[in-house]
């Protein structure tokens, strides 16, 4: 399954239970899919590494979501049952 990434560069003075769209300093939504969940992670952080948003005050923190494709893949595959 593939998924795509969103990262959000949250304060460090955020809980990381409350960073999100509304409370990050910068929200970088992620153009290129990757496979696994596992892998959507590790993109999402290296691409955060990368940016040069982050500073010695913040964090990043990637939220993963199924693609489309993948969406419409799972629920095509349930009507053949």
């Known amino acids: 399954m593939h998924f795509i990434a969103t990262i959000a560069i949250c304060l460090s003075s955020t809980p990381v ?3 999100q769209r509304t409370t990050a300093v ?3 939504p992620l153009t ?3 496979t696994g969940f ?6 999402g952080m290296m691409s955060a590494a990368r ?3 982050l ?5 990043p923190k ?8 993948a969406l419409t893949a ?4 349930g009507l053949d049952n």
């Open 51 to 53: 940016s040069r948003l």
């Open 26 to 28: 910068h929200w970088m």
């Open 55 to 59: 500073t010695g005050e913040d964090y």
């Open 17 to 19: 239970s409350e960073c």
């Open 74 to 77: 799972d629920l095509s595959s």
């Open 32 to 34: 290129e899919s990757s």
């Open 38 to 43: 596992s892998g959507c992670m590790r993109d």
């Open 62 to 69: 990637v939220f993963c979501r199924p693609t489309a494709e």
